[in-house]
DNA sequence: ATGGCTATGTGATTTAAATCACCGTTTTCG
DNA sequence: CGAAAACGGTGATTTAAATCACATAGCCAT
């Protein structure tokens, strides 16, 4: 959590961008930036002009609907970056999802003008802002599956296991309310739900905390 | 429908293609390609190594289940590309969705080993990528809140008006099953939807057809 | 026209989840 | 400390949609 800007940094977190030349480019533009755990880092309807790589820390992604009702769309960590808001400042469009520090987090902002330039003169960065769209492109379908497809219960599984890995734990610290929030269902389901895994023996429930036996 | 590659119509349908360079590239590069209505275009699962920049016609996009069953992503229709695609032969991978000619349809396709190169040679292609990145994932985004924050009935509405609006057409040329097909829900509720919006005076029911009344 | 598809209409029942209405327990804070 | 808020459990009821079970209507081919 005391990451200064510097080569080393930005060669442990983004090994991908090979040339020397980027790399000052990065140490140039670039700017550190801190959250703490819970901080909104971007909202629905609010202007970008920055693109955030995240060296330290990990990043919730959510919808909102209408009624201010939220959906879960997927976690961004170490050496991602956030799709969303590039294609954000690149159309110099409004942010179209709420991004909150998932925990204490680091990331190295890119002021826009940078962003599109980069794209024909650096082949690792044009590979990293392609192979970030075909991540999150994924994720989405992923997303659409799971509501489309699928029941509740695997769902909530589905997004047990996805935040147990995030966070390398088998605890997960959460809320039935704000996992009920999450899957934009409501919190009575959700208890039920992790009753009935309790009872089969693959979880254990604490005040504010899931634990996950087995392997999920 | 008898389009032959030509710089006029490449003029005429991807105007944005501005470089003269990237014009004959494209010429020297792209082969025509003809689907009747109906015809399956690219299905899950399988490789594609030509990406399809749409000349005329249109192209219905779809997501399957573990089941089989079908969920209706978005349509693409002239001046458009197909994003999973360019997605799929970058990674080298296989297709996550499925095409299907909405209408008889000329495509212009560009194989794979190109698109990578272009992407740093000529700006105009660059953006022309990135801008349908942007759009793929905005349709994504709201398939993801319609499927999550509204009841079918706003559903059907919705693809209703898209499937009118694709077609210039008030008349819709469906049945009830594909139009369940799509949404990915039973046919009955389906018809009993659309036997309300009729009794509402919003549209007309006929055999394989749905005539839209007022602005949907 | 007759018989056989395919499309549509509609009632009855079941189901997953939402909603409503409460509990008691734990934590927080004035 | 004690009150209030947050958290979690659990029954009863309602709801949107699925499913089941037919009925009827239009279309096509011999």
Not at 49 to 65: A, V
Not at 138 to 150: H, K
Request: hydrophobic fraction near 40%; aromatic fraction near 8%; glycine fraction near 6%.
């Amino acid at each position: 959590m005391t990451e200064e800007l510097s080569y080393e940094v930005l060669n442990h977190y983004f090994p991908d961008f090979s040339e020397p030349e980027l790399q000052s480019q990065i140490l140039a533009n670039g700017k550190i930036y801190r959250f703490p755990e819970g901080a909104l880092i971007m909202d629905f309807g609010s202007h970008v002009r920055m693109l955030p790589l995240i060296i330290e820390g990990s990043i919730k992604i959510s919808r909102e609907g209408e009624d201010g009702s939220e959906l879960f769309l997927y976690y961004l960590s170490r050496g991602e970056s956030c799709t969303m808001t590039f294609s954000c400042c690149m159309a110099d469009k409004v942010s179209e999802i709420r991004a909150v520090a998932e925990e204490d987090t680091v990331i190295l902002g890119l002021p826009q003008r940078v962003l599109d330039e980069w794209m024909m003169m650096y082949k690792s960065w044009k590979n990293f802002v392609l192979q970030s769209y075909d991540q999150r492109m994924n994720e989405m379908i992923s997303t659409i599956d799971q509501i489309a497809f699928s029941q509740l219960d695997q769902r909530l599984l589905d997004y047990l296991s996805k935040t147990a890995e995030l966070h390398q734990s088998k605890e997960i610290k959460a809320t039935h309310l704000q996992i009920a929030g999450d899957l934009n269902v409501s919190r009575e389901s959700i208890s039920r739900l992790l009753k009935n895994l309790e009872s089969r023996g693959q979880i254990n429930l604490g005040r504010n905390k899931i634990v996950l036996l087995k392997d999920l």
